[in-house]
């Protein structure tokens, strides 16, 4: 769960998603050496005279300064490729779930059982328990196994919405008339969070989303 001021990432609750986050760290690692030497060199070309002119029309600089970005961009291009393969792969799932958008709510029916499925509204701030969240609680959450493959089949009947639960590392869209496929593994048990990450309208801000690991 997001705390007040929370700079970085949610703590993850997947495989998928602490791939995500060491991915994360590789390129803002890269990205921040990248930062100091340009600012090292405009303060360096700022503060000292220019006696050795005869280098910027040298082969050898031309050389490094087109071979160096190639490199680093392998060095990113290569986990990201893994992870995007990681996220794609579709193993034998232990339990199918579908998920449909709607104007303002999500419906959710488990495929391996006959007729379970229910409507999931978000709870009004006047109906609240105490200790709960607002714009964040529903009526109906989500009842997962852990440590367990799970498909989800995600689409929408209206408009274009987006099911996404930041701790798991899943963000997928439902598109109408369309059936996109995620899969879904948790690492340990709790309560998890998320929003409809798509601007579908007026309502967008209350399609919140619960899943109980």
Known sequence: M????QLGFQDAASPIMEELMYFHDHT?????LISSLVLYIISLMLTTELTHTSTMDAQEV??????????????????????????????????TLKTMGHQWY?????????????????????????????????DNRVVLPTEMSIRMLI??????????????????DA???RLNQATL????????????SEICGAN???????LEL
């Open 2 to 5: 997001a705390y007040p001021a």
């Open 28 to 32: 803002l690692m890269i990205v921040f």
């Open 62 to 95: 031309e050389t490094v300064w087109t071979i160096l970005p190639a490199v680093i961009l392998i060095l990113i291009a290569l986990p990201s490729l893994r992870i995007l393969y990681m996220m794609d792969e579709i193993t034998t799932p232990s339990l």
């Open 106 to 138: 999500w419906s959710y029916e488990y495929t391996d059982y006959e007729s379970l499925c229910f409507d999931s509204y978000m709870t009004p701030p006047l109906e609240l328990d105490p200790g709960e969240l607002r714009l964040l609680e529903v």
């Open 155 to 172: 689409s929408s009947e209206d408009v274009l919405h987006s099911w996404t639960v930041p701790a798991l590392g899943v963000k997928t």
């Open 175 to 177: 598109i109408p008339g």
């Open 185 to 196: 593994m948790t690492s340990r048990p709790g309560i998890y969070y998320g929003q409809c």
């Open 204 to 210: 967008h801000s209350f399609m919140p989303i619960v």
